[in-house]
């Protein structure tokens, strides 16, 4: 459930690819069997385009990694994280229109 310019992310790659990044990265924390985490990845994907080479983007499946999620205390799927320095910088929880999205990654990214 990913593109091309959207990364999938686990405990193993986390800290390489997002904690050490050093380009803000957005990562959205989902589940195959969640709905709503299904419609948003068209948007995800179309972000990942738009912001190309600015911002890097990544899932993380909570089934698969659910130490990350617990980490970051994903309480509610879809969760989109933004992540500047290795430190969360902001925070969607749940759908929203894409400008919702591109807000708040102008705002890491500023």
Avoid at 4 to 23: D, I, P, Q, Y
Wanted: proline share 5%; charged share 20%.
């Amino acid at each position: 459930m990913s593109s091309a310019n959207v990364h999938n992310l686990s405990a193993s790659n986390f800290e390489g690819e997002v904690l050490s990044s050093s380009t803000p990265v957005l990562v959205d924390f989902w589940a195959e069997w969640c709905g709503p985490c299904k419609m948003l990845a068209p948007t995800i994907d179309e972000l990942a385009t738009e912001y190309l080479g600015k911002v890097k983007f990544g899932k993380v499946n909570i089934d698969n990694d659910q130490d990350l999620a617990v980490r970051y205390n994903i309480q509610s799927i879809p969760t989109v994280l933004l992540f500047k320095g290795g430190q969360v910088a902001g925070q969607i929880v749940g759908m929203g229109p894409k400008k919702k999205f591109k807000d708040a990654i102008d705002k890491v990214v500023a």
